[in-house]
């Protein structure tokens, strides 16, 4: 039993990792048809960013997270002013699949060689927010940053499914992924709902990255995976489901736990994505993944 539950556990928590980022992806993509391939690389200067702010700058903890994700807001900002405005708005960039992913993939590669230049090569590691031994139970044992990020992950996502779902500007942000011109037609500023939204998800990843950080540390080249990891969550959301994407990311983690505790953890990974790939295939629906309308 201790086994099962020391297993659960990790499977929760790497879960969550999977879920947050894959929220932070499907709601910016809900809202303008984008995929935010940066949003992993928030992550890496979230944690990061805090971790050099108290250990080299001398800045109190609380502080020095105050002034990150203040940094990394101003960041996002930067970037929908100079490039996505530009782009979207004004219409002197290129459109349609280059738009999808090439404009946050570029802003990737630029956080990248940033932190590479600021930080170097090593790993870093914010403070626990948290801070103490594990706590244990008889055999079990659960670290409590894993907690805190199993916990922020399912608020997060049902704050982002509450938001979308109730309330009047959550669904204006809806309209403005389905139809941009037609929202622009009833009078809704489609540029605002990007810039706000791309904000307040940088600002999330670099908040769950300062949580995360204690138990896997971060370097310059952590953003990308943690893309990646996000990117498949999120795609078995559909892209557009952030509370899903987090639920999804959680059964994921406790699976690929599973897989590795009770059959083998040398081919957990293997297995857990032949297993997705048979849902996708012959179960599409159990992710709400049915085919496409002829």
Known sequence: ??????????????????????????????????????????????????????????????????????????????????????????????????????????????????????????????????????????????????ILVIAVAIVSGLALWAYLRFTVSGRAASACGESTFGSRIVGIDNAKFRRWIFIGTAVLAALFGIVESPLSGFTYLSGPTISLIGTIAAGFASFRRPGRAVAIGLAIGVVESMLGGYVSSSYNDVLLYALLFGIIIFRPEVLGLGAEPA
């Open 1 to 146: 039993m201790s086994q099962f539950l020391n297993l659960l556990v990790a499977g929760l928590t790497s879960g969550a990792i999977y879920g947050i980022f894959g929220a932070c992806l499907a709601v910016w993509f809900r809202v303008c048809n984008v995929l935010n391939l940066a949003v992993g690389d928030f992550a890496m200067f979230g944690a990061i960013g805090t971790a050099w702010l108290v250990q080299n700058a001398g800045l109190p903890f609380i502080a020095g997270i105050v002034v990150d994700l203040a940094g990394v807001g101003l960041a996002a900002w930067l970037f929908d002013w100079v490039v996505l405005h530009q782009a979207f708005d004004r219409g002197r960039g290129a459109r349609g699949i280059v738009g999808v992913f090439f404009y946050t993939f570029g802003l990737s590669l630029v956080l990248e060689g940033v932190a590479r230049a600021w930080f170097g090569t090593d790993v870093w590691g914010a403070p626990s927010i948290w801070p103490g031994p594990a706590l244990s139970v008889l055999d079990f044992h659960v670290q409590r940053a894993g």
